[in-house]
């Protein structure tokens, strides 16, 4: 660790810290210490304002996202105190582009800073630069799509320059959820001008929230650009899904074996993958005699001990214990260990003993892929039922998929949903959501919230009340009780959550056709603009209503997203949807279109072809959304 100073927890660069008196410097590690009271190395970006007022900069609510967009480099919501106090330096220097913090071009545990426009600079992950470049290079080697920009190159900027044109995020998203995105839609030429890598990044940005990536002030025109933070937060957002999406007691029943006495199957499900991780990696050490315990994905990783027992616990026989003092030669160890496992990881030694967090969760998630080691009995399985946790039918999994993902890409505070049913359970993202489509319809004062809100009265109390905040709203409730949210109640829980996504759906669509001259927009309105829109031009197809059979080939929706961008649709490869399968094909293609134009819509294929109303409404109304705000290039 030789050229860090090191106090207590915190660590930065030397150069960074000579440049800040003692005295100074001392401020910001007890300000960063009040804070940071688990002692994960980590302060929330929530928290970021405090921290600030505690070391006298004053920053205006204004300014404040550009800060935190500056210091969150990965978008995890979590500031280290290298990262602080290199913004600090440059604070202090009086010229944050121009100080200290702002002509390093070179590591800072892990970050290299670099120039922007206008002289603004900006840190970002050289660790994770590398790491996602090798992962690319690894799980794309052969995708035909991307063969024009393999393999990066990990030791310049190949990254940032490549993904530019929207193919890698399209192919990496492909690989976290299968067929998310029809590679028809792509505009794959030679030669890409600014429209067609637009459309790319759109295609992008939008299939990335449909499968619960948060997409927060990120445009296309920002990663055209190249910008080093958001192109590693968004990417490391879809490879941690490619990751992480099969962690689920669905997918290893074998799970259970890491409940603790007196839980049952749903205290499973209310955990997100990185905590069942966090606990098979637990269940791995307890179960080797080791005294050790991960808590956080850092600094209790950095001495390769916890990796060293997990992957003997793993393979005995290949992955023998760790030996030796020194952090970096510990960490080689555990890398050559991983091969025997028949793990290709993208975590280098360097990314160990620096303790980042994001290469360690994909590290652990793709050690848990390959060996879970985990041995479930019969005997064992006969004390579970497995089938309550699973959904009611298909069609309720896939409303409940697209229903979180909607949710998770309002981007509420502190709200990631991983299980629509376990999460809404006590009634506060509920409350949270009808706040949302009708601000100030709930009384907060009324609501319990977090330790208040895990007794079994005190979610009735709030569930309760989210039925009551429906009522008000004209919602409709009726045979729905507190009781049966507590209880999880399928179909009762889908049918608010959709009255609630198209609420908020039209409120959206009325802000944009404010022009139109329409009080209230209703089901009439939404076909009448659909049908005149393709009749304008100039095809002959009609929507009698959003149950209407015909809209099961695609062919209609084909023709609503020509009339708005005509070059987007490749007549040649839409078909009159005769058969189930190019019906399907049909609906695949139209939903890419609609994110290319610029649509944000949650719907899946299926969903078309079974005519499925609810979603075709919300799919048409986002198209006349985009239509409203649309630019032709």
């Given at each position: 660790?030789?050229g860090f100073r090191k106090q207590q927890s915190f660590q930065a660069d030397k150069e960074v810290t000579d440049s800040?008196?003692?005295?100074?410097?001392?401020?910001?590690?007890?300000?960063?210490?009040?804070?940071?009271?688990?002692?994960?190395?980590?302060?929330?970006?929530?928290?970021?304002?405090?921290?600030?007022?505690?070391?006298?900069?004053?920053?205006?609510?204004?300014?404040?996202?550009?800060?935190?967009?500056?210091?969150?480099?990965?978008?995890?919501?979590?500031?280290?105190?290298?990262?602080?106090?290199?913004?600090?330096?440059?604070?202090?220097?009086?010229?944050?582009?121009?100080?200290?913090?702002?002509?390093?071009?070179?590591?800072?545990?892990?970050?290299?800073?670099?120039?922007?426009?206008?002289?603004?600079?900006?840190?970002?992950?050289?660790?994770?630069?590398?790491?996602?470049?090798?992962?690319?290079?690894?799980?794309?080697?052969?995708?035909?799509?991307?063969?024009?920009?393999?393999?990066?190159?990990?030791?310049?900027?190949?990254?940032?320059?490549?993904?530019?044109?929207?193919?890698?995020?399209?192919?990496?998203?492909?690989?976290?959820?299968?067929?998310?995105?029809?590679?028809?839609?792509?505009?794959?030429?030679?030669?890409?001008?600014?429209?067609?890598?637009?459309?790319?990044?759109?295609?992008?940005?939008?299939?990335?929230?449909?499968?619960?990536?948060?997409?927060?002030?990120?445009?296309?025109?920002?990663?055209?650009?190249?910008?080093?933070?958001?192109?590693?937060?968004?990417?490391?957002?879809?490879?941690?899904?490619?990751?992480?999406?099969?962690?689920?007691?669905?997918?290893?029943?074998?799970?259970?074996?890491?409940?603790?006495?007196?839980?049952?199957?749903?205290?499973?499900?209310?955990?997100?993958?990185?905590?069942?991780?966090?606990?098979?990696?637990?269940?791995?050490?307890?179960?080797?005699?080791?005294?050790?315990?991960?808590?956080?994905?850092?600094?209790?990783?950095?001495?390769?001990?916890?990796?060293?027992?997990?992957?003997?616990?793993?393979?005995?026989?290949q992955c023998s214990l760790v030996t030796g003092s020194d952090p970096l030669e510990r960490a080689k160890q555990v890398?050559?260990?991983?091969?025997?496992?028949?793990?290709?990881?993208?975590?280098?030694?360097?990314?160990?003993?620096?303790?980042?967090?994001?290469?360690?969760?994909?590290?652990?998630?793709?050690?848990?892929?390959?060996?879970?080691?985990?041995?479930?009995?019969?005997?064992?399985?006969?004390?579970?039922?497995?089938?309550?946790?699973?959904?009611?039918?298909?069609?309720?999994?896939?409303?409940?998929?697209?229903?979180?993902?909607?949710?998770?890409?309002?981007?509420?505070?502190?709200?990631?949903?991983?299980?629509?049913?376990?999460?809404?359970?006590?009634?506060?993202?509920?409350?949270?959501?009808?706040?949302?489509?009708?601000?100030?319809?709930?009384?907060?004062?009324?609501?319990?919230?977090?330790?208040?809100?895990?007794?079994?009265?005190?979610?009735?109390?709030?569930?309760?009340?989210?039925?009551?905040?429906?009522?008000?709203?004209?919602?409709?409730?009726?045979?729905?009780?507190?009781?049966?949210?507590?209880?999880?109640?399928?179909?009762?829980?889908?049918?608010?959550?959709?009255?609630?996504?198209?609420?908020?759906?039209?409120?959206?669509?009325?802000?944009?056709?404010?022009?139109?001259?329409?009080?209230?927009?209703?089901?009439?309105?939404?076909?009448?603009?659909?049908?005149?829109?393709?009749?304008?031009?100039?095809?002959?197809?009609?929507?009698?209503?959003?149950?209407?059979?015909?809209?099961?080939?695609?062919?209609?929706?084909?023709?609503?997203?020509?009339?708005?961008?005509?070059?987007?649709?490749?007549?040649?490869?839409?078909?009159?949807?005769?058969?189930?399968?190019?019906?399907?094909?049909?609906?695949?293609?139209?939903?890419?279109?609609?994110?290319?134009?610029?649509?944000?819509?949650?719907?899946?294929?299926?969903?078309?072809?079974?005519?499925?109303?609810?979603?075709?409404?919300?799919?048409?109304?986002?198209?006349?959304?985009?239509?409203?705000?649309?630019?032709?290039?």
């Amino acid at each position: 660790m030789s050229g860090f100073r090191k106090q207590q927890s915190f660590q930065a660069d030397k150069e960074v810290t000579d440049s800040i008196s003692p005295g100074d410097l001392a401020k910001v590690e007890g300000a960063f210490a009040s804070l940071d009271v688990d002692g994960n190395g980590y302060i929330s970006t929530d928290e970021l304002s405090s921290m600030l007022s505690k070391c006298d900069i004053s920053v205006s609510e204004a300014e404040l996202p550009n800060v935190m967009a500056d210091l969150d480099l990965d978008g995890s919501g979590h500031i280290n105190f290298a990262e602080f106090i290199t913004y600090y330096a440059g604070m202090q220097s009086g010229k944050t582009g121009e100080g200290v913090a702002g002509k390093m071009m070179k590591k800072t545990t892990g970050f290299l800073k670099v120039e922007g426009a206008g002289g603004a600079s900006h840190m970002f992950s050289e660790e994770e630069k590398i790491a996602f470049s090798e992962h690319i290079n690894f799980c794309l080697a052969d995708n035909a799509d991307v063969a024009r920009h393999m393999p990066l190159n990990i030791d310049n900027y190949d990254l940032f320059d490549k993904a530019g044109d929207g193919l890698i995020f399209c192919a990496l998203i492909n690989l976290a959820v299968p067929d998310t995105i029809d590679v028809r839609a792509l505009n794959r030429k030679a030669k890409l001008n600014v429209y067609t890598k637009t459309e790319n990044l759109n295609l992008a940005l939008n299939a990335a929230k449909s499968i619960g990536c948060q997409v927060v002030n990120i445009g296309a025109q920002d990663l055209i650009e190249g910008r080093p933070i958001l192109i590693l937060g968004l990417m490391w957002q879809i490879i941690r899904m490619q990751l992480l999406s099969q962690i689920s007691i669905k997918n290893y029943p074998e799970l259970v074996l890491l409940l603790d006495d007196g839980e049952d199957l749903a205290a499973l499900l209310k955990l997100t993958p990185e905590d069942i991780l966090l606990r098979w990696f637990n269940y791995h050490l307890k179960n080797a005699g080791s005294a050790r315990r991960v808590k956080v994905w850092t600094k209790d990783l950095v001495d390769s001990e916890c990796y060293s027992v997990l992957l003997n616990q793993l393979n005995p026989a290949q992955c023998s214990l760790v030996t030796g003092s020194d952090p970096l030669e510990r960490a080689k160890q555990v890398c050559a260990n991983t091969r025997h496992l028949g793990v290709t990881s993208f975590l280098n030694p360097a990314d160990i003993v620096t303790g980042n967090r994001n290469l360690n969760v994909g590290f652990v998630a793709q050690l848990f892929n390959t060996c879970p080691g985990l041995t479930l009995t019969e005997e064992v399985m006969d004390n579970f039922d497995f089938a309550s946790v699973m959904v009611d039918d298909i069609g309720d999994s896939r409303e409940e998929r697209v229903f979180r993902m909607w949710i998770n890409s309002l981007n509420l505070p502190d709200v990631y949903i991983n299980n629509l049913f376990e999460d809404l359970q006590d009634g506060y993202i509920i409350l949270l959501l009808e706040d949302t489509v009708q601000p100030g319809v709930v009384t907060w004062k009324r609501v319990n919230k977090g330790e208040k809100a895990k007794s079994r009265f005190k979610k009735v109390e709030n569930c309760n009340y989210a039925v009551d905040v429906a009522k008000e709203m004209g919602l409709s409730v009726v045979n729905i009780g507190g009781l049966d949210l507590v209880d999880k109640k399928t179909k009762l829980i889908l049918a608010i959550i959709w009255q609630l996504m198209r609420r908020h759906t039209i409120n959206v669509l009325a802000g944009l056709a404010t022009h139109e001259g329409i009080a209230e927009i209703t089901d009439d309105h939404i076909i009448s603009w659909a049908n005149e829109k393709v009749k304008g031009a100039g095809k002959t197809s009609v929507m009698k209503n959003f149950r209407d059979s015909s809209l099961k080939s695609g062919v209609f929706l084909l023709e609503l997203v020509g009339a708005i961008e005509p070059r987007a649709v490749n007549p040649e490869l839409v078909t009159t949807g005769e058969t189930a399968s190019t019906r399907l094909e049909n609906a695949r293609y139209a939903i890419s279109l609609a994110r290319k134009v610029g649509a944000c819509v949650f719907l899946t294929p299926e969903d078309i072809v079974e005519v499925k109303s609810k979603m075709i409404m919300t799919f048409v109304s986002s198209l006349w959304a985009t239509d409203l705000t649309y630019k032709p290039n």
